[in-house]
């Protein structure tokens, strides 16, 4: 089992920068696949960034490549995504998720969750 708990969202102007944390319990964190999805208001959850167990891969959706970063620190069981550029349509809960299997952009695949941290971007 792996239990997640996110940090770091808040308001920010547009052009701005968040780093969003996700900490991650469980001596097993490694060898779990991560990923950051996010939900707007009325819309439904979208994949935002993943990376395998280990770092040397990763995927973004096209709405945030070249503005986010997503990588992991597997000794201190913490994922972080990094958020440059930020616009108001990057408002959302975001949240991060750990799979058993390759790293997807798959909503299903994910079996961890946790509760959501929310990032507003003002214009």
């Known amino acids: 089992q792996v239990q997640l708990a996110e940090s770091g969202g808040g308001l920010v102007q547009a052009g701005g920068s968040l780093r969003l944390s996700c900490a991650a319990s469980?001596?097993?964190?490694?060898?779990?696949?991560m990923a950051w999805f996010r939900q707007a208001p009325g819309k439904e959850r979208e994949f935002v960034a993943a990376?395998?167990?280990?770092?040397?891969?990763?995927d973004y959706a096209d709405s945030v490549k070249g503005r986010f970063t997503i990588s992991r620190d597997n000794a201190k069981n913490t994922v972080y995504l990094q958020m440059n550029s930020l616009k108001p349509e990057d408002t959302a809960v975001y949240s991060c998720?750990?799979?058993?299997?390759?790293?997807?952009?798959?909503?299903?695949?994910?079996?961890?969750w946790g509760q959501g941290t929310q990032v507003t971007v003002s214009s």
């Open positions: 990376i395998s167990w280990g770092g040397a891969r990763t």
């Open positions: 998720a750990a799979t058993s299997v390759n790293f997807s952009r798959l909503v299903a695949l994910y079996n961890y």
């Open positions: 469980g001596r097993t964190f490694s060898s779990y696949s």
